[in-house]
């Protein structure tokens, strides 16, 4: 089999020019104090990263490995106990027009409406010029929920939970996307749907994405680059640049290089490939 | 509703009968026709227009008083953590102490009558209130602060479009347990030293033994608790519906 | 950012408590205020050496005491039963839920003048202040905790052949547990505050009759002492079941 998987080392890319990407991650530690003892828990260690502006990346990795602390770093929203992120060459300090959040909670406000939670990033970022109801109507619309704009979120299942906080994200536009499993209650249909209409939404804007899911097939079709982590401490392992032609179809996903993609990622998953992210690996 | 107003025509029915019949003295529990008569009475004389207005200013300014500095207190409490741990001790203690106790030395600073009552009023919702803001604040979702910090919401952001509507079902909830506690220390400080008011007029016919009107003021008391804690109810169902799902 | 331990928060409330009886020693002494009106700590704690070796306060303790424990041990044998069989039976509830709910927003207190024209001025009618401001509370949440029983672990337990007895004891007991403590803890405060201040109206012996006549003595100490006695007392019985309830909710989690 050719080597055309490629296992960057993370710290050689490091080295070059930081203007280049649009997303760096330099040495990030994040570590939480622990509840009720002494000391830190370490959720993420020294991780490193570089997303070229316009790639599409997706996070994989056991349940509990720091895949929503780094994104959360990235957003600003957690301050590392180490390292740094850049964003366009500057060093994150805190949230940022740039970035936004897709959060695996939803975190959705429970007295506010569809519509006026969309409208609700737009109020906050200071939107004007521009009916923000209508603009938030047509976002709403985008995600499906055509009809619903008026009910609360405890009227919603969880997967229009779901659709409305990727809206909210989406309505203010972001250059960079920030999605913690945002399909994750999805069913599996809707979930194809809605890949498909992100993918359409970022090769149209150019966005940069950064997406974490726990479903490895999803992980490899959506992705330029799929970062996958591991636990104890949280660490990256490997990133995998994943080059497979676009537009991506369900036919990909029958090809010998997907499944071969597959088969790697589930291996680095169970532990079986023993690696660190400094060693280049090809096969 | 309806079932309410049978239930409680029957035990006007029965308790009317039972004394009717000779079962029970009238003397200790009257009857209800007397007590609607009384209540007439008192009516037309001005006696009851005057005891529920000397009342009703009580409460107004102890519990309009304690809802300010209660949700103030609150508020502050909740926002800064210092706050909390300074008012911590004395709220705690405050809220579970028999706070009527200290009657007699509010006497000694106020002085017999109504300075004292409304002082009684506020303290005994004040805390209820305070509490209540308090632990709104402080069991906001942090993911929702998290996710308006996201799209670089201000601390005014913050308090105004997360931490505010997020703790309002609380806040209501203990205006309404404050309503509660501010009518017994309207009623109970008026029974231990006023000229006017429903208490007083409650401990002036209880010393007379005059059982009926006794009850009649009693009755008046219910009134206005069940209105009021309807009323806020009421308010509190209108903001409450975003939060109880439907199961 | 320093991380706030819950050390840091005990430092605080305890140097807020110590500051706040600084002043309270310091502000009469310095001439700020008339002690007369606010006493002192010091006062206080002279006259608690003199009051609690009396025979006097070992008596007034007592009366007070059986009062609450008599008034309040009716509370929750009548409210938890009745408070149960509401909650289990709906006719039942419809019926007796207005008139209920009707007292239970009213001021329990004002009924104070009635029990002692029906009770005198003794014990009895402290007894039945306490009873009423306890069983109230025991039975709203004895009654809410019923209904709030998932319907499903009725629907299991009969899955197996419960009885309807066994239900009652294996399932809705349990699983209404906490609504019934939860009762208990706001029908303690206002037993307490129902014996306090029935005392304080009209009463021959007890710890509110004393408050009472110091204040009319104007022995702000004296007075000062039993308050906060009375204070302490139903601080630590609201504590205690505090700490029972979030005991037993961890235990149900
Ligand atoms: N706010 C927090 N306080 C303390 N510890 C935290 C906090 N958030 C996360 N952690 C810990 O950090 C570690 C990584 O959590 P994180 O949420 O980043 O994992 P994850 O990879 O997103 O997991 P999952 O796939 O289940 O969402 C976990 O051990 C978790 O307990
Ligand atoms: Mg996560």
Not at chain 2, 155 to 166: F, G, H, I, S, T
């Amino acid at each position: 089999m050719e080597t055309r998987i490629v296992l960057e080392p993370a710290m050689l890319q490091n080295q070059g020019s930081a203007a280049a990407s649009h997303i760096r991650v330099e040495g990030l530690t994040v570590a939480y104090q622990k509840p009720k003892a002494a000391g830190t828990l370490i959720a993420v260690s020294s991780a490193n990263l570089d997303i070229a502006r316009g790639t599409f990346v997706t996070i994989v990795g056991p349940s509990g490995c720091g895949k929503s602390s780094l994104l959360l770093a990235i957003a600003g929203l957690v301050q590392p106990a180490g390292g740094r992120v850049l964003v366009n060459g500057q060093p994150v300090s805190g949230p940022g027009r740039d970035r936004a959040v897709v959060f695996q909670d939803f975190a959705l406000m429970p007295w506010r409406t569809v519509l006026d939670n969309v409208r609700f990033g737009l109020e906050l970022q200071r939107w004007s010029g521009e009916d923000l109801t209508a603009r938030a109507r047509r976002y709403v619309e985008l995600v499906g929920l055509k009809g619903f704009e008026h009910y609360h979120p405890h009227q919603l299942s969880g997967g229009m939970q779901q659709r409305v906080g990727i809206a909210r994200a989406l309505a203010v536009d972001p250059e960079i996307l920030l999605l913690d499993e945002p399909f994750g209650s999805l069913d599996a249909q809707t979930r194809d749907e809605m890949g498909s209409e992100l993918l359409a939404i970022w090769e149209q804007n150019k966005k940069t994405a950064l997406f974490v899911t726990h479903g490895i097939d999803e992980a490899i079709f959506l992705a330029d680059q799929i970062v996958v982590m591991a636990r104890n401490p949280g660490r990256i392992s490997e990133i995998i640049t994943v080059d497979l032609p676009r537009p991506r179809t369900i036919e990909t996903m029958d090809s010998e290089l997907f499944i071969e993609y597959r088969r790697h990622i589930r291996a680095c998953l169970m532990g079986k490939v023993e690696q660190s992210c400094t060693q280049e690996r090809r096969f | 509703m309806l079932l309410g107003i049978v239930s409680f025509a029957a035990i006007l029915l029965v308790w009317e009968s039972v004394v009717r019949l000779g079962w029970a003295n009238p003397f200790f529990i009257s009857q209800p026709s007397a007590i609607a008569d009384s209540l007439s009475r008192a009516a037309r004389s001005g006696e009851l227009w005057n005891n529920l207005e000397v009342s009703l200013r009580e409460f107004a300014i102890g519990y309009g008083a304690s809802v300010v500095v209660g949700i103030l207190a609150g508020a502050l409490a909740g926002r800064f953590r210092i706050v909390e741990y300074v008012v911590d001790p004395f709220l705690w203690f405050l809220y579970s102490a028999p706070l009527i106790a200290f009657y007699p030395i509010f006497v000694l600073w106020f002085g017999l009558g109504v300075p004292t009552v409304i002082a009684i009023t506020f303290l005994l919702s004040v805390t209820q209130i305070a509490a209540n803001t308090l632990r709104g604040i402080q069991s906001v979702n942090p993911g929702l602060l998290r996710a308006a910090r996201s799209f670089g919401a201000s601390e005014r952001d913050l308090l105004w479009k997360v931490v505010l509507p997020a703790s309002v079902p609380m806040v209501i909830a203990g205006l309404r347990l404050g309503i509660g506690r501010a009518l017994m220390g309207v009623v109970v400080g008026e029974l231990f030293g006023a000229t006017a008011g429903l208490g007083f007029s409650i401990a002036y016919y209880g010393a007379l033994l005059k059982t009926t009107d006794m009850i009649a003021s009693v009755v008046v008391i219910v009134v206005l608790g069940v209105l009021c804690t309807q009323a806020l109810s009421a308010v509190e169902a209108r903001f409450d519906s975003w939060r109880t799902g439907p199961g | 950012m320093p991380i706030p331990s819950s050390k840091y928060r005990v430092l605080v409330s305890t140097i807020a408590v110590l500051v706040f009886l600084g002043i309270w020693e310091i502000a009469p002494r310095a001439g700020m205020v008339d002690p007369t009106f606010t006493s002192q700590p010091s006062r206080v704690f002279a006259a608690s050496l003199v009051i609690v070796p009396s025979g006097d306060f070992l008596h007034d303790v007592s009366v007070s005491l059986s009062e609450f424990a008599i008034g309040f041990a009716l509370a929750v044998g009548f409210g938890v039963p009745l408070g149960l069989l509401l909650g289990r039976f709906p006719v039942l509830r419809y019926l007796l839920d207005p008139p209920i709910m009707a007292i239970y927003a009213t001021p329990h207190l004002a009924l104070l003048p009635i029990f002692i024209v029906w009770l005198g001025i003794g014990m009895q009618s402290k007894i039945a202040v306490a009873f009423v401001g306890g069983v109230i509370p025991i039975l709203v949440n004895s009654m809410a905790g019923v209904r709030g029983v998932e319907r499903s672990w009725v629907t299991a337990a009969r899955s197996f052949c419960a009885r309807e007895w066994d239900v009652f004891v294996k399932v809705i007991l349990p699983a209404s547990l906490p609504g019934v403590v939860m009762g208990i803890r706001l029908g303690v405060s206002r037993a307490v505050l129902g014996v306090v201040v029935a005392e304080m109206y009209q009463s021959q012996a007890g710890v509110g009759n004393k408050i009472m006549l110091y204040g009319s003595e104007f022995r702000t100490d004296y007075l000062l002492f039993n308050v906060l006695l009375v204070s302490v007392f139903g601080f630590t019985a609201t504590w205690a079941v505090r700490a029972l309830e979030e005991k037993l909710w961890t235990a149900g989690k």
